[in-house]
């Protein structure tokens, strides 16, 4: 990547076409995350931004299979898979820029979802440290629970 740059930003483009087809979002998350970083560092912020959005796209996705009404994720909101994507993309993204993360936020249609992102946005931007998060899904058909440390 930092031989050459260019040929990175090609693999981040392939690389974000082909994950917009996943069948698992969530477990393409790191991917989505890691590929706004090296956006990022190469100094593609058009590159990274698009990454974000579509990340946030697939965070969407996850949030209508947590709501589905006919088979809904109980566990607490705070916990969901989507709330947990769209926290580590908004993070990555507050990096190179709040505003951006913070505009992109308040597009999201849940306001219990948005307002617990724009208080961890807030907190973060006050230097308050992310503590280790969980997520989980208590559905009819799966019930699981992960824990994470957030990255710095």
């Keep these: 990547m930092k031989k050459n740059p260019s040929v990175a930003k090609d693999a981040l ?29 190469i100094g593609e912020v058009d590159l990274a931004l ?10 969407d996705k996850l949030r209508r299979e947590d709501a589905d009404p006919s088979d809904p994720n109980t566990a607490f909101k705070a916990w969901w898979p989507s709330v947990s994507a769209y926290w580590r993309l908004v ?8 505003t951006t993360a913070l505009e992109q936020v308040r597009e999201i249609k849940d306001s219990e979802i948005l307002l617990l992102l724009e208080v961890r946005l807030a907190s973060r931007s006050l230097g308050a440290r992310a503590d280790q998060s969980t997520t989980m899904v208590h559905k009819k ?3 699981w629970n992960e824990s994470r440390v957030p990255e710095e």
Excluded: C, N
């Design 13 to 41: 483009e392939e690389m974000q076409e082909s994950l917009k087809h996943t069948a698992d979002p969530y477990r393409a998350m790191d991917k989505w995350v890691e590929g706004i970083a090296i956006a990022k560092e």
């Design 50 to 59: 698009k990454l974000f959005r579509s990340g946030m796209e697939q965070a």
């Design 91 to 98: 993070l990555a993204a507050s990096k190179f820029s709040a």
């Design 141 to 143: 058909v799966a019930v």
